[in-house]
């Protein structure tokens, strides 16, 4: 009795200190998301793309990505939930972003934590992973644009790749119409969220019905629906009219500067392969330290080797996202957060199966947490005042922006001028009135022209 109290007793400990983790996560990203301002695309994104008019029901988001598509890009789906979400009260923008933040962070920490006792060093390991690797944190998860982009988008494909990696852990065999239907629909909302990431999943469920076939599985009828409406979903956004127009511009563009295409995608690439060495080496490193010990540690178990196969699938699915990314024109940091979180899983599920109770093991294992921990403590401190800055100009201005607008004044001067690295995503308006962050933010707030000079200087 003693026994099975003292076992369930630390249990109930493991569930309340998850709860706090994932608590606590979540108010300091809420935290950070309301203290970032609006930015750039979203003052953009609040009008009908390509009109005059602002967005102020679904009809409008709905003729605003029927523009984007044919004149700009395909990512409908993230631009659709981008716009939905500016629609709101800036308050519940915030709850919903921090809110889809610790749902990623969850959806992996369940992945890599599959049939094993709660972990709240998984969880904590897992949000300090994205923390530390993500290139453009403050641009994939605070920025609302470009977390409805990223963000959410690999939100929605990890919970779509989620069923497909349960079906092959635990082989509980379950169909039926309703969810092949349901799963042809998801499917093609998962497949037309971001470019790289959606042939990634396609790859992903290819080798994941290849794998059921291979361990004498039955194949679901679910997973193939699945598969053909990820097909249609990324088909869809890949051969968005809206794609060619904007390479066309780009070609234009880079012909004009005298350069050409090919010297842009070898520029690009060498900025991927840069972005790589300090995000996907390092996890790619821990992943085969890990291994090795993992593979030390547990000699001819099952469950070890559905560990590993799983884990090199999402590894393999990873190095596809990366891959497919280096054929693209664009170089963004931003633009590799679904790939670093596709290598993140595989460490983690490495991580989350290794046995600790080894002393050397378990000595380095705390020390690593507590470093991660004091170092994030910091790191949040430093962007929390950095962010501030910004949040603070922002908040000084609303009134004289009112008072502008109350006595008919059709352009305007800040003399409150902020600066701070370009790492936070964020940059102010400049001197220039004609500069495309000054255009478009006197178009949000419907002036002539706005502009921001340094404090000592004359308006």
């Known amino acids: 009795m003693q026994n099975n109290f003292s076992i369930k007793s630390i249990l109930n400990k493991r569930s309340a200190l998850m709860i706090l983790v994932v608590s606590l996560v979540y108010c300091m990203i809420y935290i950070l998301n309301y203290i970032y301002p609006l930015f750039l695309d979203d003052w953009t994104y609040n009008f009908v793309f390509m009109e005059n008019e602002r967005v102020s029901s679904l009809s409008d988001i709905l003729v605003s990505q029927y523009n984007h598509y044919f004149t700009w890009g395909g990512r409908t789906v993230v631009h659709i939930i981008c716009q939905a979400l500016l629609l709101l009260d800036f308050f519940w923008i915030c709850v919903l972003n921090a809110a889809a933040y610790v749902a990623l962070l969850y959806v992996m920490y369940s992945i890599a934590n599959k049939n094993n006792k709660v972990n709240p060093f998984v969880f904590f390991l897992c949000h300090v992973c994205v923390w530390f690797l993500q290139l453009a944190f403050c641009q994939t998860v605070l920025w609302k644009t470009g977390s409805a982009n990223y963000l959410w988008g690999m939100l929605i494909v990890l919970l779509f790749m989620y069923p497909y990696y349960i079906y092959f852990r635990n082989r509980e065999y379950s169909n039926g119409v309703l969810k092949v239907i349901l799963f042809f629909i998801i499917g093609i909302i998962a497949g037309w969220t971001n470019e790289n990431i959606g042939l990634a999943l396609i790859f992903y469920i290819l080798a994941c019905l290849f794998l059921y076939r291979r361990e004498k599985m039955k194949l679901p009828g679910w997973a193939i629906s699945g598969l053909i409406g990820a097909i249609l979903g990324c088909g869809a956004m890949l051969l968005a009219p809206g794609n060619y127009e904007r ?8 012909a004009e500067q005298g350069g050409t295409m090919l010297g842009t995608y ?57 891959f497919a990314l280096m054929a693209s024109p664009a170089s963004e940091k931003r633009a590799m957060f679904g790939i670093i979180v596709l290598f993140i899983i595989p460490a983690l599920q490495i991580y989350a199966n290794l046995d600790f109770s080894i002393k050397p093991l378990k000595v380095l294992n ?67 009135p004609e500069n495309l962050v000054n255009v ?12 921001a000079v340094d404090s000592d200087s004359e308006k």
């Open 247 to 254: 390479l066309a511009s780009v070609e234009q563009m880079v």
């Open 440 to 451: 478009v933010c006197s178009r949000y707030y419907g002036f002539k022209w706005m502009k």
């Open 266 to 322: 070898l520029f690009n690439l060498k900025n991927l392969l840069k972005y790589s060495a300090l995000t996907v080496l390092p996890l790619l490193m821990a992943y085969i330290a890990g291994l090795i010990i993992y593979k030390r540690q547990k000699q001819d178990n099952k469950e070890r080797d559905m560990v590993i196969k799983s884990s090199l699938l999402f590894l393999a699915t990873a190095f596809i996202a990366l």
């Open 366 to 432: 705390i020390i690593m947490l507590t470093v991660l921990l004091l170092y994030y403590a910091v790191d949040y401190t430093w962007k929390y005042q950095t962010i501030h800055i910004a949040s603070t100009a922002w908040k000084e201005r609303e009134p004289i922006i009112e008072d502008y607008k109350n006595r008919g004044v059709d352009t305007v001067t800040f003399t409150n001028r902020f600066q701070i690295h370009v790492k936070y995503g964020l940059q102010d308006l400049s001197d220039d």
